[in-house]
């Protein structure tokens, strides 16, 4: 049998034929006893801060002192050599005293976390305490006899008590929880019995009869007694240790419970971590990781955030840390940490803000989006384009080929707004981005530049391709935007070249605009490219329409007034009101230019208000009730609000609704029939008077006549003039007044310029003229003598 085996059998006859195993039983107790109190004290120790960390680590090693005192000492009364024992008073004291400082010193080592491997050398430490106690109480013990030691079952108990006392130690200090106590206790319970019991079984005792035990021994019964304090003492610090614990675990629930609340009311999630360890978390990082909060309790933090866990720990608080977090179906989402130490459970610790960045990276997304695209459409903006244009130009000239850029609008769109609603609009600018950004390739770029504005990029090797793509845009427009029930609208569009037109952008950009504005001049729905000659041309027909627009403001516009009479009797029965400006630079521009450019722009509607308002202010003042007839364009007509403005016009000036003429060509007709009708119907139940203007220049006159609801037709001057020397136009002439003598309507004849005219007006029978003959258009203060009740109808003629 080997020396290890030997060594085994000596230490369990030992236990066994040499010991009251009674004694031992209850050596045992107090050990387990003891072993359980200065763990958990040790415990309550850690989780203090301060002087009560230390207080608590002298409490602790005073237990543990005691417990292995007691445990030796009462094992001592258990062993019976069956010879005369003593026990030396000093060296017993000294070895409680060795017992109590090194537990102390070893308890302290343990907590040092700055020291390596502290639990380890702390329990080595503690190992060598129970030696020296165990030792120094054995040199103690006086005895009849000789004390001879087996070295080999000396270096087995000075090893399984420094390697059960570091094992017990690391147990009870790493893991927190009652797993961590239990399991500390009970190595160290190992530790101090396996020492003592080791230890005494390399004891042999050899009988000297010689021997005398001295005077100044501590007899057996003096020991129980002091074994008995140590016990009592263990038990009392046993219970306070216990009583601690108890309400340590309450409070710290409680503690627990209240912040988990707390945190659970967040919407941000939390963590709380010791090290890499989380300790506890709230339901919003549950939610984010995919796991229930209670489970996260232990799991290492990097399992989640695996880059960021030592900078977090490391780094400066309240810092914002972006990563990834990884979940645990897989997949990442992006987030926000905030570290901030904390006190947790009496231990410092570290608390995680986690903020779910989807929402806020999906905004600034949608800012980023939103920057260089057009939130309509989502064509790039003119932004976005400028920027494109100014790479594709670098691009082109380091490739020697040709730029492209195409500007369009959609032509009479602002009617489309103003008769069908924004939302009518929207809709279309929507199908037209659809429909041409489907015919253009990857190297192509469509935007739009505001409002019905839109340019197109196209890099080419010849300007046929660009006048190809032109052609496309316009057909796809023209077969597709009437698919969804919106009113057909056709487009013009203007091209420019790099580097035939210009090599800047703005000059590319200006070209196209002007070739776009040559394109919608010559009649919509067709493309032109820039011509050098074209620019003069658009650049003063936008300075004219920029001073249009201000040319009210500025006092430049008047207004004049011609005479319509009785064809008969010569008498004056109403003023038609004309429009004229007088611009500051350019003099007298004829209304033939203007008008067109106020309808297209949309300054129409500014200016015939001022008209509308001027004009009926005006004969409001007379004293003779003559009718006014005001002239309205189309876009006015197909306005939403101009049956509330003549309302509004009538009330503010008081002229009586009967007096009021407006006079509408057959052009405001036919782009929206029945909101035309609907308008029409509605000046009439407000009482005043509508004309057919300029009759037999339009389409479907008769269908017209018959279909709204006019009171005065009014012939066209190009066929009165020369009504007496050409028999076509004294035929149509004849006509029209037939026509309206069956209608019921009075027909006034425009543009009568001679006296033969007048006579065969006369025998015709037409009822009212208007023209040059009976007055030229001018000043009101010109026919005061009318508009004051005078009769002064044969003097009109002689003014004229």
Known sequence: MGSCGVGVLKVVGCIVEQHDLLLVGLAALVCTLAAGTCIALLRHADRSVGRLHYLWLGVAAVAGGFGIWATHFIAMLAFEPGLPSGYHLGLTALSLVYAIVLTGLGLTLAQLRSLPAAPVLGGIVLGGGIAAMHYTGMVAYEVAGHVQWDPSLVAASLVLGSLLGAAGLSAALADRGRRGTVLGAFLLLLAICSHHFTAMGAVTILPDPTIDISDGAIPSRWLAVGVACASLAILFLACA????????????????ERLHSLANAAVEGLVVCQGNRI??????????????AGDLSGIELSRFLPDVVGPLSNGQPDQAVETELVCVAGGTVPVELIVRPVTY?????????????????????QIQFLA??????????????????DQELKV???????????????????????????????????????????????TQMMARLGGDEFAILVPCEHAVEAGRIAEQVIEALRAGIGETNTPTIATSVGIALYPDDAEERSLLLSYADTALYKAKSEGRGTYRFFEARLGMQVRDRRMLEHDLRHAVARGEMQLVYQPQTDVQSGAVLGFEVLLRWHHSDRGAVPPSLFIPIAEESGAILQIGEWVLREACREAATWTNPLSVAVNVSAVQVHASHFVQLVHEVLFQTGLKPERLEIEITETALIRDPGRAQSTLRQLKALGLRIAMDDFGTGY???????????????????????VDENEQTKAIVRSVLGLGRGLG????????????????????SCQSAQGYLMGKPAPIDQFSAHTTGVNAAMQTRQVA
């Open 241 to 256: 240790a216990l009583a601690l614990d108890i309400r340590d675990r309450r409070r710290f629930s409680l503690e627990r």
């Open 279 to 292: 300790v506890n978390a709230n339901d919003s990082f549950g939610t984010l990781v995919g796991l229930p």
């Open 345 to 365: 459970g009496n231990r410092p610790h570290y608390a995680v803000a986690v903020r779910d960045l989807r929402a806020r990276r999906r905004a600034e997304g």
């Open 372 to 389: 260089y695209h057009d939130p309509l459409t989502g064509l790039a903006n003119r932004a976005s384009f400028r920027q494109r244009l």
């Open 396 to 442: 082109a000239q380091a490739a020697k080929r040709k730029l492209a850029v195409l500007c369009l609008d959609l032509d009479r769109f602002k009617e489309v707004n103003d008769l069908f609603g924004h939302p009518t609009g929207d809709a279309m600018l929507v199908n037209v981005a659809r429909s041409v950004t489907a015919i253009l390739n990857e």
């Open 700 to 722: 479907s006159s008769l269908s017209n006549l018959r279909t709204y609801p006019f009171d005065k037709i009014k012939i066209d001057g190009s066929f009165v003039r020369s």
């Open 745 to 764: 309507l009075p027909v006034l004849a425009e543009g009568v310029e001679t006296e033969a005219e007048l006579a065969f007006l006369m025998s015709e």
